[in-house]
T-cell receptor, first 110, second 117 residues
Framework: GDSVTQMEGPVTLSEEACLTI???????????LFWYVQYPGEGLQLLLK?????DKGSNKGFEATYRKETTSFHLEKGSVQVSDSAVYFC?????????FGTGTSLTVIP | KAGVTQTPRYLIKTRGQQVTLSCSPI?????VSWYQQTPGQGLQFLFE???????NKGNFPGRFSGRQFSNSRSEMNVSTLELGDSALYLC????????????????FGPGTRLLVL
């Protein structure tokens, strides 16, 4: 069935380090892919999205490219900040339902 | 445009009681989905409502139910509460397009944190 698998955490990085959070998916058809971010005590906020193969979503220095050949949508940032500390969720919209990964907790230390 | 709002934000109940949570979607959005988030199980889909009809349902017992009103506001009800129902309940809204549903984005509310004692 349709699903999303993302990198287990937690991830701890120093400020200005590079970030990659892996996400792969299983789906038929032409799904849309998303990254959401959740700060403590809050709901999920849309970070970026891509709706077709080879699309690159970007926001706040984060990027992810929809790779149909590898069924992946890895989240990357070149230089993380303390304020990026949060839980990141990869998600898939098949048109019938949204599927979410288990979340990856990121802590950035000064 | 106002975002998705959920009330109440926090709730404490005891086992056996029932609870009703409310969600107001973004203006113009006709689809409302509910999720349960727990540390152990992550984000689990409960159900989706569109035009006052349940369009999709996850694998939760019948104690979990919902409804949607003509103004797209939605309520979720949990009857006979169990300790394991303690969770953050998230509501998400989307446009609810007639076609191209795979292109839609869900926008989340801040959640209702339910504690069952």
């Amino acid at each position: 069935g349709d699903s999303v698998t993302q990198m287990e955490g937690p991830v701890t990085l120093s400020e200005e380090a590079c970030l990659t959070i892996n996400c792969t998916y299983t789906a038929t058809g032409y799904p849309s892919l998303f990254w959401y971010v959740q700060y403590p005590g809050e709901g999920l906020q849309l970070l970026l999205k891509a709706t077709k193969a080879d699309d690159k979503g970007s926001n706040k220095g984060f990027e992810a490219t929809y790779r149909k050949e590898t069924t992946s949508f890895h989240l990357e940032k070149g230089s993380v900040q303390v304020s990026d500390s949060a839980v990141y969720f990869c998600a898939l919209n098949t048109g019938n339902q949204f599927y979410f990964g288990t979340g990856t907790s990121l802590t950035v230390i000064p | 445009k106002a975002g998705v709002t959920q009330t109440p934000r926090y709730l404490i109940k005891t086992r056996g009681q029932q609870v009703t949570l409310s969600c107001s979607p973004i203006s113009g959005h006709r689809s409302v989905s509910w999720y349960q988030q727990t540390p152990g199980q992550g984000l689990q889909f409960l159900f989706e409502y569109f035009s006052e009809t349940q369009r999709n349902k996850g694998n939760f017992p019948g104690r979990f139910s919902g409804r949607q009103f003509s103004n797209s506001r939605s309520e979720m009800n949990v009857s006979t509460l169990e300790l394991g129902d303690s969770a953050l309940y998230l509501c998400a809204s989307s446009l609810g397009l007639a076609g191209g549903r795979a292109l839609e984005t869900q926008y989340f509310g801040p959640g209702t944190r339910l504690l069952v004692l």
